[in-house]
């Protein structure tokens, strides 16, 4: 899965400090996790920053940004009815085929991370009080753990036994069997990411402060599944 931020709003306030800028900015945005390999649709949700940054000044056109962005993401999906199988043991060690059938399978989920960003802006000046700007680079994300809720109409859970061709589909206490309207929760941890990051916008001089208003695409380029989760939903 990979993370995917678009359609990002971002509002700044830059404190000018001769060759340098204090920038202190909020961002709204829409947000999601690209899942791959299952059939899965995806809902894009509600994603917002708040961050802090400081820009180093080359000359009257080119600067170096970097700064610290706390940042919340969310997003849901549905999964198409499906069956997922999976081998497992059961407590006399006999292998067994685990099948869960789903019927009405959604998931909300939502993240906070922390990302570094490293850009390299070109600003152009418009007139005395209009600069338009670009910030290309990328960010380094660091997630904490994922929030997920899940739902579904039907979980119907069946155990396999190869050796004696035997399906179990009613042991409940033994994890077979139907389950209508089932919901739980889970917490799974991500791997850093990487983004590739795109800003642009105009800025407005207000006497000794500078309003920068403007979009951002963020795009990750790496895997975000982390090494020793499973892969089944």
Known sequence: MKLKIVAAVLIGCMAKLEAQELNFKVS?????????GVLVDETLGFGAGLG???????????????????????NSLSVQDQTFTNYEVDSRTSAFEYRVNTQ???????F???AIPVFLQY????????TGYVNFGGKLLL????????????????????????????????GFGS???WNDGA?????????????TGLAFKFKEQTLYTGLYFDYGLNNMLSKDASENI
């Open 28 to 36: 709204g945005s829409l947000s999601g996790l690209n899942y791959d």
């Open 52 to 74: 802090v940054g400081y820009t180093q000044f080359l000359n009257s056109n080119w600067g170096i940004l970097t700064g610290l962005d706390l940042q919340y993401s969310s």
């Open 104 to 110: 009405g399978y959604k998931e909300k989920q939502d």
């Open 112 to 114: 906070i991370s922390l």
């Open 123 to 130: 600003r152009t000046v418009f007139s005395s009080k209009t």
């Open 143 to 174: 997630p904490g753990k994922q929030h997920i809720d899940a739902q579904a109409n039907v979980l119907d859970l069946r155990g396999y036994y190869p050796d004696l061709n035997l399906e179990i589909d009613n042991l409940p206490n033994h």
């Open 179 to 181: 389950l209508s309207n």
């Open 187 to 199: 917490k799974v941890s991500l791997r850093t990411s990487v983004l590739l990051s795109v800003e």
